[in-house]
């Protein structure tokens, strides 16, 4: 019979005092997060997701914990585990340290709901007035309705980017031969004739945005990352004549 390899058994968070026997049992060190616990025998290998919360706290956030990323109209679960006495809990977002925070759920999450301890929430764009949730420093809290200072905030922040997704309203003007198109990141503008072409981004409230002056034929592509989530008004125009105009709703 040929001898079994052995298993080698690592886990991340060393640093944080995390061990892991070499039968495989996982001991936490002091730090909550989640942390990874890998077997390798030979090159075959499997990883398992440990998380790590804190020993008697009331409220523990398991998830975002930070290092994540999610996209406006992604679905984010904030997970989390509270001690038997408490059954209601306040689950809230912020975009970044200096902001103030922001309830995701109306009111709060009861123990009896189904998606107790597991709330699913579509992310927006912005939250509250109007406030904007893209943010490469944002954080989630949850803390007990009846007693807010027993509460659980993600320890380090996440990042919320614009959606991929651009609803563009029909070509106003008379086109002039012009088309656009949603590339990866943003838009194509395609100029059609041997012209000379000034292309204007505006916001909804009229501040200028960007001002590109291209010859055609030519493709201008625009970037649509910088310029947020929202809405976004184009004009192409030759010489002092509008050419179209465009309304850009970014998702």
């Given at each position: 019979m040929n001898p079994q390899p052995a298993v080698a058994w690592t886990t991340s968070g060393a640093a944080d005092g995390n061990s892991v026997t070499a039968a495989g049992l996982f001991t936490a060190g002091t730090t909550v997060g989640q942390f990874a616990v890998t077997a390798q025998s030979g090159t075959a290998a499997a990883t398992a997701q440990v998380q790590v919360v804190a020993a008697g706290a009331p409220v523990t956030l398991i998830s975002p914990v930070g290092g994540e990323s999610f996209r406006v109209g992604d679905v984010m679960t904030v997970r989390w585990t509270a001690v038997n006495n408490i059954n209601a809990i306040v689950v809230q977002v912020r975009p970044n340290d200096a902001s103030g925070w922001y309830k995701i759920v109306q009111s709060y999450v009861l123990r009896t709901d189904g998606n107790w301890g597991a709330y699913q929430w579509t992310v927006t764009p912005t939250i509250g007035d109007n406030v904007p949730l893209v943010s490469?420093?944002?954080?989630?809290?949850?803390?007990?309705?009846?007693?807010?200072?027993?509460?659980?905030?993600?320890?380090?922040v996440f990042s919320i980017v614009p959606s991929d997704r651009i609803v563009m309203a029909p070509l106003?003007?008379?086109?002039g031969g012009v088309s656009l198109r949603q590339t990866g990141h943003?838009?194509?503008?395609?100029?059609?004739?041997?012209?000379?072409?000034?292309?204007?981004?505006?916001?909804?409230?009229g501040a200028r945005y960007q001002t590109m002056h291209r010859a055609g034929p030519a493709q201008v592509d625009i970037d649509r990352v910088p310029l947020g989530a929202g809405s976004l008004i184009m004009r192409l125009m030759t010489g002092d004549e509008v050419i179209c105009r465009q309304v850009l709703q970014f998702e």
């Open positions: 490469s420093q944002a954080r989630v809290r949850v803390y007990n309705y009846w007693v807010e200072t027993e509460e659980a905030i993600s320890p380090a106003t003007g008379g086109a943003g838009f194509t503008v395609v100029l059609p004739d041997a012209m000379q072409y000034r292309l204007e981004l505006f916001s909804p409230l």
